[in-house]
């Protein structure tokens, strides 16, 4: 079966779940993110999303919000 998070992906690649998810606690909830990640050559996908594209490299400068800056890093440290 294909994990919720694949069923409609940004792109075509081969994506693969990453055994670490990521937990942050907002006001009235806690939210814990699955991630997944594939490799994609220059902007794999753009012709039908729309988006910003960055490398893992350069997500330090993106102004992430929290949570996506702590996904960032939990991917960083899987693929590198």
Do not use: C, N
């Not at 998810?21 to 907002?26: E, G, L």
């Not at 902007?43 to 997500?59: C, S």
């Amino acid at each position: 079966d294909t994990p919720p998070g694949l069923a409609d992906p940004p792109f075509e690649a081969d994506w693969q779940m990453l055994p670490e998810t990521v937990a942050h606690v907002f006001t009235h909830f806690r939210l814990e993110l699955a991630l997944a990640v594939a490799r994609a050559d220059g902007q794999a996908g753009t012709e039908d999303h729309q988006g910003t594209y960055w490398a893992t490299t350069e997500l330090d400068s993106a102004g992430l919000p929290t949570v996506f800056a702590k996904a960032a890093t939990a991917i960083r440290r899987a693929i590198w």
